[in-house]
């Protein structure tokens, strides 16, 4: 192999490292929150059941390793790395697959074979993007590339017959799979020209690559080596042609990347694990302008016992940024249900985040719902319907240990009543049954309120609702009867 050879390939490897790099700094840095929303709306089982479910319709294979792959989302640059590495493997193979020749002549023609990948980067910036679509593709680009390497004759022609209906079934019928984007009744264009770009942009390389014939080929090999100025020069032009192509492709991700999304998915992390302190370094940094964010900031500033002293320092959303009529999706309600949660209203909160989870698109469950709903049936005494969550998530990766260290607080009154948060949600619930609706009124805070004087959280919404409506005579009342206990 020439010196020249030699460089071409190298500047290959870089570019496509280069590429790797983008992706993973974009998922890692500016999309992290998508990631974890994707972790957040499965529950990936290690059980041959769920497994079977999964692999025994076509497309499963790609929706199986989709999923294994997405439970690892729950840490963003886990995820970032994956992603980064599944579509420089699109890209490897869709140049692997174009038999190209390493030649300077056909060299600007290299940057196509981003293309698929390209566009599967596009793809995966809508949060309802799936990543077994990335795998289906991955998949059949291996299989044809093994289909080329195999030796020609009957051996090829007879592994090709028995392979079609494999990579059928792993893939899916008329490559559509059950789970390669969250809507069943939208078509991922972008997913389907990926995969065909994949399959034609080879084709088209290799076209062009039997174009030069042979003698030219041979020509240029065999003529006189660029001199040291020349060669630096092709460098540069190769250096600049493909920070040009990049900062073109980083263009239109930025583009289209919903930030908007992610700021919300932000806020909605946050309260999942219970940030308080970063929820308001955030609002402090930004002041949130959206319907969850808003909430979410005002349970942090209860949280810290400064809802109702700073109020107006912060956007408002009249009484429904504080507890927002709950919505027949998945992810609106989970914020809501948190603050129903720390509130107390635990029957309230299991009810809103049963609903969130049967709300779920492709009909999945989700891991940080089991874990809440886990939570709550223990903190209300139906012990042996924990006991079923607790077990499901005990077949998963990263929630088995904390099933493991909480199904041994099941029937154990004394240690629940310890507990730092199941003990004091458990004294801090109703006191009294009664009709609850979707929308929020101050008689429910009351009912909290007044039969449990030290829930200081309730205090706060209760007074910050007769603010926020104005109802100066009811603000007056509670606030002189809360000095009297």
């Known amino acids: 192999m020439t010196k020249k050879l030699v460089l071409m390939k190298k ?90 020749t390493l030649h300077s002549s056909l060299f600007t023609l290299y940057g196509l074979s981003f293309v698929p990948s390209f566009l599967l980067w596009l793809f995966l910036l809508d949060e309802h993007a799936l990543l077994g679509g990335v795998w289906a593709v991955l998949l059949t680009l291996l299989a044809l590339w093994l289909f080329v390497n195999l030796p020609k004759g009957w051996t090829r022609r007879i592994v090709i017959i028995v392979a079609i209906p494999i990579l059928y079934y792993m893939v899916g019928p008329n490559w559509t799979g059950s789970h390669y984007y969250r809507y069943p009744t939208v078509t991922p264009y972008l997913l389907y020209a990926a995969w065909l770009t994949a399959i034609i942009l080879p084709l088209f390389l290799s076209v062009k690559r039997k174009v030069k014939s042979e003698k030219n080929l041979a020509r240029q090999t065999s003529a006189v080596p660029l001199g040291l100025k020349q060669e630096r020069r092709q460098q540069i032009f190769h250096f600049s042609f493909f920070t040009f192509t990049f900062i073109v492709m980083m263009t239109l991700v930025w583009k289209n990347a919903n930030f908007k999304a992610e700021k919300v998915m932000q806020y909605d992390f946050m309260a999942c694990h219970q940030q308080w302190n970063r929820i308001l370094e955030t609002v402090n940094a930004e002041k949130p302008n959206n319907q969850i964010g808003v909430t979410v900031q005002n349970l942090a500033l209860a949280m810290h016992g400064q809802l109702v002293n700073h109020l107006f320092d912060y956007n408002q959303n009249g009484i429904a940024g504080l507890l927002p009529d709950v919505q027949s999706d998945a992810t609106s309600p989970m914020p809501t249900a948190e603050a129903f949660y720390q509130l107390g209203m635990v029957y309230v909160a299991q009810r809103t985040v049963f609903e969130a989870q049967e709300a779920i698109l492709d009909f999945q469950k989700s891991g940080r719902c089991y874990k809440r709903l886990a939570q709550t049936n223990l903190i209300i005494g139906s012990y042996e319907v924990a006991r079923k969550y607790l077990m499901a998530l005990q077949k998963t990766l990263f929630y088995r240990d904390w099933a493991n260290e909480t199904l041994p607080l099941l029937g154990n009154e004394e240690a629940i009543a310890k507990h730092p948060e199941y003990g004091r949600l458990r004294q801090m619930a109703y006191g009294e049954d009664f009709y609850f609706s979707d929308h929020v009124t101050p008689e429910m805070l009351e009912s909290l309120c007044f039969s449990n004087p030290d829930n200081h959280l309730a205090y706060q919404y209760l007074m910050a609702y007769y603010i926020l409506t104005g109802d100066r005579e009811s603000y007056a009342k509670l606030l002189l009867q809360m000095q009297k206990q």
Do not use: K, N
Request: proline share 2%; with cysteine; net charge negative.
């Open 11 to 100: 500047l290959h490897i870089i570019f496509t490292l280069l590429f790797g790099v983008a992706v993973l700094l974009f998922f890692g840095l500016a999309y992290p929150h998508h990631l974890h929303y994707q972790e957040q709306y499965q529950l990936f089982l290690f059980d041959s059941s769920y497994v079977w479910d999964i692999v025994r319709l076509p497309g499963g294979v790609a929706d199986l390793l989709g999923r294994f792959c997405t439970q690892f989302f729950l840490f963003a640059w886990v995820g970032a790395a994956i992603i980064a590495l599944l579509l420089m493997a699109v890209q490897v193979l869709t140049l692997r697959l174009s038999l190209f």
